[in-house]
C-alpha cells in the first residue's frame, strides 16, 4: 500500500495499491469530502495510473490544487518511488 500525504487539500492521505499491469486499486482518501471522494476512487478503480494521472492533474479547487489533482501528484510519487527501488 502506497502513502501520499497531500497538500493544500481537505484530504490528509490517499492511499493505494498498483498491481504488476500498472492498474489502480484500493484508493482511499483520508478527510476530505467523503462522497465525492468516493466516487473518485470508484471511478479510477482498475484504471491505468498514467492514464488516471494525466487525467487528473491540474483539476483546481482552491489552494490552486484539488483531491484528485493531489492524486496524480501522488502517482507521480509512486512512480518516483518505484524507479528509485
Known amino acids: 500500500m502506497f502513502t501520499y500525504f497531500t497538500s493544500g487539500t481537505c484530504s490528509r492521505q490517499i492511499l493505494f495499491e498498483v498491481d504488476e499491469n500498472n492498474k489502480l486499486h ?3 482518501f483520508i478527510g476530505g469530502c467523503s ?3 468516493q466516487g473518485v ?6 484504471k491505468d495510473i498514467d492514464e488516471v494521472a494525466a ?3 491540474g483539476v483546481k479547487c482552491r489552494n490552486n490544487t484539488s483531491c484528485p489533482d493531489q492524486l496524480s501528484k501522488a502517482i507521480a510519487a509512486y512512480k518516483k518511488s518505484v ?3
Open 41 to 46: 476512487s470508484r471511478l479510477v478503480e482498475g
Open 55 to 57: 487525467l487528473l492533474a
Open 83 to 85: 524507479e528509485n527501488k
Open 35 to 37: 462522497g465525492n471522494l
Open 26 to 28: 484500493g484508493v482511499k
